[in-house]
């Protein structure tokens, strides 16, 4: 586990030893893994991070509402389809000619349809990609919560056997699985069939030490005063009770705009004219403004 966290955090990863653990166990288990937590803790990071750490390249599936087989695993190549018919449309006149009835001219057409549903014309899309790569690939499922039920299902056999079936091919079956990772920003709920297939991991928002750690390697040249005072201050608003909490995306952000603004502390004024980095609501904003004095003196 320590080799797993050192070699993270050499990518830019601060990972706690769930996390770590989560990624040994998926890597030698060849068990997909669903990570959940709010939006900005570092779910898409982290698979990004583990392809960078294991060598694997990287193949992203980005789901949202609607999104199907044609889009996730593969489609025909229709334009190439319909022009080789063109191209062949003499030749296939010349093949039926002398056919003696129509059963047989339909058979000769059967078998020439065929091989425009031949490896030729196949297009691949995220998931046939990963099984295709022959020595392993990093899968990333964003956003699986974002995907209807019928899509979740469709990835069951995918997620146990690491195969998929292509009806006019077959079954397509991975050499090396894949590294597959699910993020869930818990918009719905996933059905337990794909929950029995992952390994389950919850990235919570981090505590004081932990998100300075994840400051310090996210944005090498802050000051630590400044780190930490931020970090303190982050922390204190996430006690709020506000439409969006601020995230580890958020805080990175803004570590990374005071810097711009060459800040070397926090004051009631600097806060105020940067706290739209950190929220996203004008309502939290508005919230919060009256605040920033009595958070930055808890913080300190």
Not at 31 to 40: D, H, I, M, S, Y
Not at 63 to 80: F, I, T
Not at 215 to 220: E, I
Not at 257 to 267: C, G, N, P, R, V
Request: net charge negative; glycine share 6%; proline share 5%.
């Amino acid at each position: 586990m320590e080799s797993i966290i050192a070699g993270l955090a050499g990518v830019g990863y601060i990972a706690s030893r769930r996390i770590a653990t989560a990624l040994f166990m998926a890597t030698h288990l060849q068990k997909p893994v669903l990570v959940e937590g709010v939006a900005g803790v570092g779910k898409t990071e982290l698979a990004l991070c583990a392809a960078a750490l294991l060598g694997l390249p990287l193949i992203r599936l980005q789901c949202y509402e609607g999104l199907d087989e044609s889009k996730a695993l593969y489609e025909w190549k229709y334009g190439k389809q319909l022009l080789y018919t063109q191209i062949l449309k003499d030749h296939m006149g010349a093949a039926l000619t002398d056919a003696p009835d129509m059963a047989t001219a339909m058979e000769r057409l059967h078998g020439t349809g065929d091989l425009f549903f031949s490896e030729p014309f196949l297009e691949p899309r995220p998931l046939l990609n990963a099984l295709r790569e022959p020595d392993g690939a990093v899968l990333l499922i964003d956003e699986i919560d974002k995907s209807d039920e019928a899509f979740e299902a469709f990835l069951l056999e995918m997620l146990s056997a690491f195969q998929v079936s292509i009806p006019e091919i077959g079954v397509i079956k991975a050499t090396t699985p894949p590294v597959v990772f699910l993020t869930s920003n818990n918009v719905r709920d996933l059905g337990d069939a794909l929950k029995r297939r992952c390994l389950h991991l919850h990235i919570p928002l981090p505590d004081q030490g932990l998100e300075e750690k994840i400051v310090a390697a996210r944005v090498p040249g802050i000051e630590a005063r400044l780190r930490t005072e931020l970090v303190r201050f982050v922390q204190a608003l996430r006690t709020l009770d506000l439409r969006k909490l601020p995230s580890i995306s958020e805080t990175v952000d803004w570590a990374r705009a005071l810097i711009l603004l060459h800040a070397a502390a926090l004051d009631v004024e600097l806060v105020r004219e940067t706290l739209n980095v950190l929220l996203k609501f004008e309502a939290d904003v508005a919230a919060v403004e009256p605040k920033i004095g009595e958070l930055l003196s808890h913080g300190a």
